[in-house]
T-cell receptor, first 114, second 109 residues
């Protein structure tokens, strides 16, 4: 158990809908990262937050957005969902933003868009 | 940001040593290299991290040559439970991240 929690574990929705994925980082961690992993594909970095502020953006679509709240939990919002958005979404956390810091991953949210 | 390239898959037998090499030709001076292990339907788990030369912990070793254009994860005496996907990650100090596509390691009895 990494100490990172994600809810829900599974989510089934329809095309065109909007969903929100939630992540709680490890106690004491200020950085949160979001990743997408499609079937049989590697990890695609989406976005990083540190202490409430956006720090880095990866391959995040304009239909997707995220935020980190004062209590440090983070939410990833996915809107106008398409079939291709079906994937595992992982959240990871680290203490800070130093390059050598280890990321600890949550168990993921499996999203299925029908 | 350095692009990372790994072999797609590797097969091994129990008790053997497995070496997985990740290429990162454009790695920058301050970039760090980290390796993760992932089992099906689970989040990646940290294995080892390094900047240069050799790093060893209780589960693996990481070899990084002087030019740092590649890194090799070495898993000694693998067992069936080491069957997983292994990812290398290059992280820069301007918050950029590059995960490799992953190497599926299959350990057979």
């Amino acid at each position: 158990d990494s100490g990172v929690t994600q809810t829900p574990k599974h989510l089934i929705t329809a095309t065109g809908q909007r969903v929100t994925l939630r992540c709680s980082p490890r106690s004491g961690d200020l950085s949160v990262y979001w990743y997408q992993q499609s079937l049989d594909q590697g990890l695609q970095f989406l976005i990083q937050y540190y202490n409430g502020e956006e720090r880095a953006k990866g391959n995040i679509l304009e239909r997707f957005s995220a935020q980190q709240f004062p209590d440090l939990h983070s939410e990833l919002n996915l809107s106008s969902l398409e079939l291709g958005d079906s994937a595992l979404y992982f959240c990871a956390s680290s203490v800070g933003v130093a390059v050598q810091e280890t990321q600890y991953f949550g168990p993921g949210t499996r999203l299925l868009v029908l | 940001l350095a692009k990372t390239t790994q072999p797609i898959s590797m097969d091994s037998y129990e008790g053997q040593e497995v070496n997985i090499t990740c290429s990162h030709n454009n790695i920058a001076t301050n970039d760090y290299i980290t390796w993760y292990q992932q089992f099906p339907s689970q989040g990646p788990r940290f294995i080892i991290q390094g900047y240069k030369t050799k790093v060893t912990n209780e589960v693996a070793s990481l070899f990084i040559p002087a030019d740092r254009k590649s890194s090799t994860l070495s898993l000694p005496r693998v067992s069936l439970s080491d069957t997983a996907v292994y990812y290398c990650l290059v992280k820069s100090n301007d918050y950029k991240l590059s995960f490799g596509a992953g190497t599926t390691v299959t350990v057979r009895a």
